[in-house]
């Protein structure tokens, strides 16, 4: 791992900027010295680490306490990405412009960056255990596809808060069975992008006995504030 820069913000929390291998992260330190737990926050495809709602979210948690790493999953962000893999998220693009959503165009686009993302989460976790300002267990924010995947491949993911979205590819609604992580779920009940029937049997279908719906009114970005205080109450639970 290596460190490209370092800064102290005004609430004490530190930021970090790193690379790994070909994976550019973020991790933020909460202000208290003592060994911190670790919250990997996982943003949807094709947002950058660096957009400002995700920044907010993170800057949250490490003011509460945990240490929040993000990452660059590979053709998002800053990350290349090939021309097929160009191809296809301009596919998924006009299908989703157009009103109507495809299968088979939904799985070539997101079928792959999951697929990707939940090793380089693995590779980035393994160097994070390492630090010394780091302490287990391990908490997952975020993105519900890449959760489902990390969540059922890695015993170290002790707690999930997943922003619901009805479509996830075929092999993550497999996959939601062997997650046994407590999880708090958060459905937003009139997202425009995700039927919400399809959260609510993908919520069904999950393997864990502690499991929480948060289902609030409103569309895909609009998870009201306070949710930030009830997920950080969830993982007090579950991580300390």
Request: hydrophobic share 40%; aromatic share 8%.
């Amino acid at each position: 791992m290596q460190l490209i820069s370092e800064r102290r913000h005004d609430d004490g929390v530190l930021e970090r900027e790193f690379t790994l291998g070909d994976i550019p992260g973020t991790l933020w330190l909460p202000a208290s010295e003592a060994p911190a737990p670790l919250i990997l926050h996982a943003h949807n495809n094709g947002l950058p680490k660096a957009e400002p709602r995700l920044v907010a979210r993170a800057r949250f948690s490490a003011a509460h306490g945990y240490a929040v790493a993000s990452i660059d999953a590979r053709g998002c962000g800053d990350r290349p990405r090939s021309a097929a893999e160009e191809q296809s998220r301009a596919e998924f693009r006009r299908s989703m412009q157009a009103g109507r959503r495809s299968d088979d165009v939904f799985e070539a686009y997101i079928g792959p960056l999951v697929e990707n993302a939940v090793p380089d989460w693995q590779t980035t976790l393994d160097a994070l255990l390492e630090l010394p300002e780091l302490s287990g267990p391990v908490g997952y924010s975020g993105w519900t596809a890449v959760g489902i995947g990390l969540a059922a491949a890695d015993p170290r993911i002790a707690a999930a808060l997943l922003f619901a979205g009805g479509y996830v590819p075929r092999a993550q609604r497999e996959e939601a069975r062997r997650v046994t992580a407590p999880l708090l779920v958060l459905l937003q009940w009139d997202d425009e992008g995700n039927p919400r029937q399809n959260a609510l049997d993908l919520f069904d279908a999950f393997g864990s006995t502690e499991k929480t719906l948060h289902a609030n009114l409103g569309g895909h970005v609009g998870t009201p504030t306070f949710e930030a205080e009830d997920g950080a109450r969830f993982f007090d639970r579950h991580l300390r």
